[in-house]
């Protein structure tokens, strides 16, 4: 079975670009998460779907942060403008449907940079 | 104060030595606690969850003290394939996983 893919695995975009990251799940998990590293800090929620519909968007950062999961499969997280302090690594991660201790499994990760 | 906190090391460490990771996390309310290792470049991948009466998967031995808010994983007979980073994670209600920064380990022969 595939597990968490994210596309692209590098990216390197001006600052005031547009960015946009993708995320497919494991197919059959509801629960889709993004999550953020910015170097030198620990790993960092940024928001939780479930289906379609935002749960807790409550670590993203500012409105130049969009994500989207239209029809409950995959997942778009959009940059916009890119800001220099936006560079990190972008994980993403999915978990079974239904709420309880499901195992969280990540993707490998999207590096920005963002110069 | 860091809801997560670990020593970064590194711990650098001989094949066949034990070794133990330390966390300690703020809120009270956390419910869920895990140990996942990263390897460089990679995604975090769960090696095990901990529970209060300590659980042991082969090597590793995971501890929890609700009292001291304090997370605790052992290594034992380590191996070369053991380097990596070790993150403590915690989890508040059903799905947001808070992560430590994680401590490297360095296994050398």
């Known amino acids: 079975e595939a597990g968490v893919t994210q596309f692209p695995s590098h990216s390197v975009i001006e600052k005031g670009q547009t960015v946009t990251l993708r995320c497919d799940p494991i197919?059959?998990?509801?629960?889709l998460y993004w999550y953020r590293r910015v170097m030198g800090k620990e790993i960092k929620f940024l928001l939780h779907f479930v289906k379609e519909s935002k749960q807790d968007e409550s670590g993203m950062p500012n409105n130049r942060f969009l994500a989207e999961r239209t029809g409950g499969t995959y997942s778009t997280l959009k940059v916009q403008p890119a800001e220099l302090e936006d560079s990190g690594v972008y994980f993403c991660a999915s978990s079974q449907r239904g709420q309880g201790s499901y195992e969280q499994y990540f993707g490998p990760g999207t590096r920005l940079t963002v110069t | 104060r860091k809801e997560v906190e670990q020593d970064p090391g590194p711990f650098n460490v001989p094949e066949g030595a034990t070794v133990a990771f330390n966390c300690t996390y703020s809120n009270s309310a956390s419910q869920s606690f895990f140990w996942y290792r990263q390897d460089c470049r990679k995604e975090p991948k769960l090696l095990m969850s901990?529970?209060?009466s300590g659980n042991e998967d082969g090597r590793f031995t995971a501890q929890l003290n609700r009292a001291s808010q304090y997370i605790s994983l052992l290594i034992r007979d380590s191996k070369l394939s053991d380097s990596a980073t070790y993150l403590c994670?915690?989890?508040?209600?059903?799905?947001?996983?808070?992560f430590g920064k994680g401590t490297m380990l360095l296994v050398s022969p």
């Open positions: 197919s059959g998990h509801d629960n």
């Open positions: 901990v529970y209060s």
């Open positions: 994670v915690v989890k508040r209600g059903y799905s947001t996983l808070t």
